[in-house]
């Protein structure tokens, strides 16, 4: 099934970086910059996870800076995915702490220090680090270019001296590289179930924020470094070629995982069977759980053919999962079945009482018992946050088009031209991407918003939002809901510190400020909608 070319010596490495290839990569220059750490090499260890066959030479230059190298020997009919490899290296890691990381990145000799110093402050920690990017075509091939000059002409991010989305507090799950630098200890990865193998992350749409955003609803604080980062220079490909691609928001973050952020849900949707052995029985050897590293099924599942064809199948495990979001609801899936709650509400499993429950065998059945549960009023929220959402996206695109060719044929004289950007189509399916997924969240307030009892407070940072929620009221719905608009993440703090209401978070304005708030989520009278 799955190959070594070199194992692991190391006996108690501090970190385990986990480096990650399928057949794809031109460099591995990072392995270069961790033979010049400022700490001693018995400190980490390098392990190399190849999804398919290949030896890359880029690989055997810096042979002697890999401890593991695995090959896992999937079918090159099939489509990568990384969620496999990142559950391939936590099972071998031995280090106390999983570095996932970029392999064509370049790091400071501090950079494996400043780990191990931020878990020895703070030992359950999710970190971190941002990269600097810079877009010089002349970097390429890669040509070990000085760091100042990777921060100089050509970075797209340099703000200061530190990466832009440090800094940025209204969009941070867009702005900061979360496939950067991943860290985290190894057991507090597998306590989680490891990275999640559903076929949502199946390609192009994946990364480890889906286990950063798991372990934090499991209590642990997520932490962006603020003097450590890495630096990216230009190559082809860099942003995805000719990949599958999973449900994402339109800007290639996994709505998937940003569902599982906003219900809570901390296991995975699949999780990888050498990670379950680990995690029900620590002491067994790492030999006889990495056996049933890859399930038999995924190369089949996993097929090119199959997948473009639209055939996969979203199988989950048996546990009580939270697997989608229909209309304002909660769905669960268990080994009996499938069954659904209000959002506003917290999980309390299928024993629990709630305002409105529904249960059904089958997906179909239960989104029919959903609509038949629905209210007059509730079902136009839900048509108008379609016709809403898509005309609001619409008219802001064409201002900010037009200020944008203004600006340009300014520039130019009065004889620009515009350039040629991102093409049509690919502005289509992210305008249907953006739109479906704000619209859906729209939808799904109003249909909490018909039923939450008494007074309330929503809370939402953004001008659509609470347009959209006075036309709600303008119909009755929710008469008595005070609209507050957010600008600072701080304020949905100070609210709750003050406010004896019920309060609603939209999801987009959780998904903006969830690190910020950690424990106070345990609030009974607080709910993300």
């Given amino acids: 099934m799955s190959r070594f070319l070199k194992q692991s010596e190391r006996a108690k490495p501090k970190v385990s970086l986990i480096l990650l290839d399928w057949s794809v990569r031109e460099s591995f220059h990072l392995l270069h910059y961790l033979a010049n750490q400022d700490v001693p090499r018995d400190w980490f260890e390098v392990i190399v996870v190849e999804y398919y066959s290949r030896e890359s030479e880029a690989i055997r230059r810096f042979e002697a800076e890999v401890d593991t190298w695995l090959l896992l020997e999937m079918p090159p009919e099939c489509y990568y995915h990384k969620h496999l490899m990142y559950n391939a290296g936590i099972v071998l890691a031995r280090g106390e702490v999983c570095v996932i990381c970029d392999s064509d990145a370049m790091v400071k000799p501090t950079f494996i220090r400043a780990i191990v110093e931020a878990f020895e402050r703070e030992p359950q920690l999710v970190l971190h680090l941002d990269q600097f990017r810079n877009n010089r075509r002349d970097l390429y091939p890669f040509s070990y270019p000085s760091f100042e000059a990777v921060l100089g002409d050509g970075c797209i991010n340099n703000a200061g001296g530190k990466p832009a989305g440090i800094g940025d507090s209204a969009d941070p799950i867009h702005s900061r590289n979360y496939g950067a630098c991943m860290c985290a200890r190894r057991d507090a990865l597998i306590a989680i179930g490891g990275a999640d193998e559903h ?29 450590e980062f890495m630096y990216h220079t230009w190559h082809p490909g860099q942003a995805g070629v000719d990949n599958y691609l999973g449900p994402h928001d339109g800007r ?124 007059t009023k509730a079902a136009l929220g839900l048509r108008l946050a379609r016709v809403f959402v898509p005309a609001w996206l619409a008219v802001g695109h064409l201002w900010r088009r037009a200020g944008r060719l203004l ?69 009755g719905i929710a008469p008595r809901a005070k609209l507050v608009r957010i600008h600072r993440t701080e304020e949905v703090v100070e609210l709750l510190k003050r406010n004896d209401r019920n309060i609603v978070l939209t999801r987009q304005l959780y998904w903006r400020c969830y690190a910020v708030l950690g424990s106070r989520l345990s609030a009974e009278r607080l709910a993300i909608v």
């Fill in 407 to 475: 600006r340009r044929f300014a520039a130019a004289g009065g004889s620009g031209a515009p350039g040629a950007g991102v093409p049509a189509a690919e502005r289509v399916k992210q305008f249907a991407a953006e739109s479906g997924l704000i619209g859906d969240a729209l939808g799904d307030l109003a249909q909490n918003l018909c039923f939450l009892p008494g007074a309330v407070t929503v809370l939402a940072d953004s001008p659509r939002t609470i347009f959209f929620l006075r036309m709600l009221k303008g119909l």
């Fill in 199 to 227: 076929v949502d992350f199946l390609g192009h749409i994946c990364g480890p924020y889906d286990m950063t955003w798991r372990l934090v609803n499991s209590g642990r604080r997520e932490h962006w470094h603020q003097s």
């Fill in 252 to 375: 290639h973050v996994s709505t998937t995982s940003l569902a599982a952020l906003a219900s809570g849900r901390i296991a995975p949707l699949l999780e990888n069977a050498a990670i379950r052995k680990l995690r029900e029985n620590p002491a067994i050897p790492v030999g006889q759980a990495s056996a049933v590293l890859i399930n038999p099924l995924y190369k089949t599942e996993w097929l090119k053919s199959h997948a473009d064809s639209g055939a996969l199948e979203r199988r989950v495990d048996s546990g009580d999962l939270h697997v989608d979001t229909y209309r304002g609801f909660l769905v669960y899936g268990d080994a009996r079945g499938y069954y659904a709650h209000l959002a506003f509400e917290r999980h309390r499993g299928r024993t629990g009482k709630y305002t409105k429950y529904v249960e059904a065998q089958d997906l179909p059945a239960l989104h029919a018992a959903i609509d038949g549960v629905t209210p």
